[in-house]
């Protein structure tokens, strides 16, 4: 449909044409009706542009330039069949000046920037189009014994023209110059402007062979017309009335021309058509002065625009355009002056999991809302940037040969203070926590070495557990490097068939009987040997490799299950998830197709979680969870008493074991003091109807004292180390 309506206005455009050659070859009769009919169209074919085309809130400029049509037909009509004169030429001014109304709005709707060179450059060619127009035709006026003000008013048509084509320009210099009705727009302004010219060269009284007949005029402001109402026509005249945006980035021949011929009008003129007088002159130089002053506005303001654009590319340069914060390039150099500084390395905990699950809006909102509570706690002379994605640097200045340790330590409290407090986002409250590293110099410092030790130091305070700050030491830099070490290796460790899975029993305190395994991931690679999961499963879980990883342990545990269970039906076993597992979409819909392939009832799986892993986001972890357990798995808290322990916190948990963390076994049976605390999860767990394993069972006396206060299971080296699957099959037997 709109295919139709652009090809209607190019016919309207098109039949304009012979219209106007029927004008002037028809005289004041036949060529007059051709004139009002050719109009009536015009008029007809705009009004239904306007309303397909625009919205009622962009209407308001076209219905201008439609009525200045509209109120010309009126004129011309009245003209043709009442045979009068004031009314048609005062229809003439109306039109024009509802003409001047429609361009001036539209003028304001789409104007560029206030410091685009366009606008200067269109305001640059509309004071030398009144000069000229002064000095070629009004002057003169003036200046002659002409008393027919309508030849005043013909003489000043050509600047309504002018200030319509001074619209166009900007549009044209940014960006607009393949929309068709912009050059439907543009033509019809010369085509107006040509009519325009001719009028008042010729006047409205001219008589005798030589005058040009006033049909020709016509004939060339029909197809103005035509071109005006084919513009609202075509259905690209919406793009007219919205802001111009961008800049103009270089000066194009044509442009460069047209700014050099306003310049020259004043020199032009003085020759071609010299003042009358000196009351003349005056005006023609303050003509003059208003277009060099317009010229000079034109520079300067082309100077500043570039000078704020080299200061904006600068500042972006050095600045992180999420934050506004210093960017590493600013940090280096600001250090590199100071004669004492510190370096804090805040590393956000878990942001990559908040970002992937919640999305990169959230994390941006993060990002910024951790960025003003850093800024709120430094002091005006400190330096706060962002580095990277999660990560932030606060450079502490320092006097001359004095050590900023005690500043940096300092300010590391309070930032742990204030980031460990809930962040309010479009979400909700998240709660995120930093590892900071702190590396420190008394003397001129060297900032590539600052911020390497900073982030070594860094590394260090996640690896010891997050949420803390570590002051660099050089033994730390082995540390890292062996820590980058385990991450490339790990990377191929699931396709390289590395990784293994170890079983250890999970017994019956009552009967004595293997109940279950415990599927412990295990990794041995051919250069580095056997590594402990201590060091690799924290890397897993950093890198995200856990997920991939975390299936495979899945899928091989439920297989070797399903294997025992033919022996022994009522086996199961306890396979470890990850936080960042929980978090992943679809956890429960993978549970639910391992255990179809491999066979295994939801029954004989036990998943355990970990109490700090699901305080990442406990409303997303826990939804996940009552998808679990209406799979029918059991699912057990593990390594329960390290973290947010209460009976509140265990009530809202769709749990069903309770594994108390070995921490707690240690000493039981013996009088140690933890005693008090594993009767009183005991007690707490059985009155919630959970059941409890013991971790780290290594003795009997242990096993016998968690017997008799009502432990249920328990797992530890007195039954047993994690062993391969083929030692664990001699093993499946009441014990």
């Known amino acids: 449909m709109s295919d139709d309506v652009a090809r209607a206005a190019w016919l309207l455009v098109a039949g304009s044409v012979p219209a106007a050659a029927l004008v002037v070859a028809g005289g004041h009769g036949a060529g007059s009706v051709a004139y009002l009919i050719g109009v009536l169209i015009c008029v007809v074919a705009g009004g239904i542009g306007i309303h397909r085309n625009l919205s009622a809130g962009h209407r308001r400029p076209w219905l201008f330039l439609l009525a200045a049509q509209a109120v010309s037909l009126v004129g011309e ?50 004071v030398g189009s009144v000069l000229v127009a002064w000095s070629l035709w009004i002057e003169p006026w003036v200046a002659g014994d002409d008393t027919h003000w309508q030849n005043l008013i013909a003489a000043a048509l050509p600047l ?23 050059w439907l727009f543009t033509g019809s302004g010369l085509a107006l402007l040509t009519a325009d010219i001719v009028l008042a060269v010729r006047g409205w009284f001219a008589t005798g062979p030589d005058a040009v007949p006033l049909t020709v005029i016509g004939a060339i402001s029909l197809v103005a017309y035509a071109a005006n109402s084919a513009c609202m026509l075509h259905p690209t005249v919406a793009v007219l009335t919205r802001r111009v945006e961008g800049r103009t980035r270089r000066l194009r021949a044509s442009r460069t021309a047209a700014i050099a011929a306003a310049l020259c009008a004043p020199t032009v003129l003085a020759v071609v058509a010299p003042p009358a007088g000196p009351r003349f002159a005056l005006i023609r130089a ?27 590319a600068r500042w972006q340069a050095q600045h992180d355009a999420l934050t506004g914060l210093p960017n590493r390039d600013l940090l280096v150099a600001t250090i590199a002056g100071w004669p004492a500084a510190g370096v804090l390395y805040l590393d956000l905990d878990r942001f990559r999991l908040i970002n992937d699950h919640w999305g990169h809006e959230v994390g941006d909102e993060l990002l910024r809302a951790v960025a003003a509570r850093i800024a709120g706690e430094v002091r005006a002379e400190d330096l706060v940037c962002r580095v990277g994605g999660d990560e932030f640097i606060v450079a502490v200045a320092g006097p001359p040969g004095a050590s900023t340790r005690a500043d940096a330590e300092a300010l590391a409290a309070r930032l742990l203070t204030v980031l460990a407090e809930p962040v309010p986002l479009s979400v909700g409250a998240v709660d995120v926590t930093a590892s900071i590293g702190i590396a420190h110099s008394a003397r001129r410092p060297d900032p590539v070495e600052l911020l390497r030790d900073a982030d070594t130091a860094a590394y260090r305070a996640k690896d010891a557990g997050r949420n803390r700050a570590e002051v660099f030491d050089p033994a730390l830099r082995e540390q890292v490097r062996t820590r980058m070490v385990l991450e490339r290796a790990l990377r191929g460790a699931l396709s390289n068939d590395e990784l293994s899975v170890h079983y250890q029993p999970i017994v019956d305190l009552r009967t004595g009987r293997v109940d279950g395994h415990e599927a412990l991931m295990r990794w041995t690679h051919p250069e580095l040997g056997a590594v402990s999961p201590v060091d690799f499963i924290p890397v897993a879980e950093d890198t995200g490799l856990i997920v991939a990883a975390g299936g495979w342990l899945l899928e091989e545990a439920a297989t070797r299950l399903q294997q025992w269970r033919a022996a022994d039906p009522a086996l199961h076993v306890s ?100 005693e008090p605390i594993v009767r009183a999860v005991l007690a707490m767990s059985q009155a919630l109807g959970h059941r409890v394993v013991a971790e780290g069972v290594e003795t009997a006396v242990q096993r016998d ?13 007195l039954y047993g180390r994690p062993v391969p699957a083929p030692e664990v099959r001699q093993s499946v037997t009441v014990r």
């Open 575 to 674: 396979v470890n998830l990850a936080v960042r597992q929980l978090l992943e979409p679809g956890l429960a819909d993978r549970v639910r197709d391992t255990l179809t392939r491999t066979g295994l009832p939801p029954s004989g799986l036990w998943l355990e979680v970990t109490e700090s892993g699901l305080m990442t986001d406990l409303d997303t972890c826990l939804d996940v969870l009552h998808q679990l357990r209406a799979l029918g798995v059991t699912l057990c808290i593990d390594d329960f008493g390290t973290g947010y322990s209460s009976l509140n916190y265990l009530q809202r948990l769709p749990v069903a074991i309770v594994k108390v963390d070995r921490a707690f076994i240690a000493g039981v049976g013996e009088g140690g003091a933890n």
């Open 705 to 717: 004292w968690l017997r008799a206060n009502g432990c249920d299971f328990g797992q530890g080296w």
């Open 286 to 312: 303050v003509l003059s002065i208003a277009l060099i002053a317009t010229a000079v506005s034109r520079i300067v303001r082309s100077n500043n625009s570039r000078d704020r654009a080299e200061r904006q």
């Open 77 to 126: 009509t009245s003209r043709m069949l009442l045979h009068v004169v004031l009314l048609p030429n005062l229809a003439v001014l109306a039109s024009y000046l509802l003409l001047a109304a429609g361009v001036l709005d539209l003028l304001r709707r789409s104007r560029a920037a206030d410091d685009e060179p366009a606008r200067v450059d269109a305001v640059l060619l509309g």
């Open 160 to 182: 309504v023209a002018a200030v319509l084509l001074m619209t166009v320009l900007p549009m044209l210099l940014l960006g607009r110059a393949g929309t068709p009705a912009l």
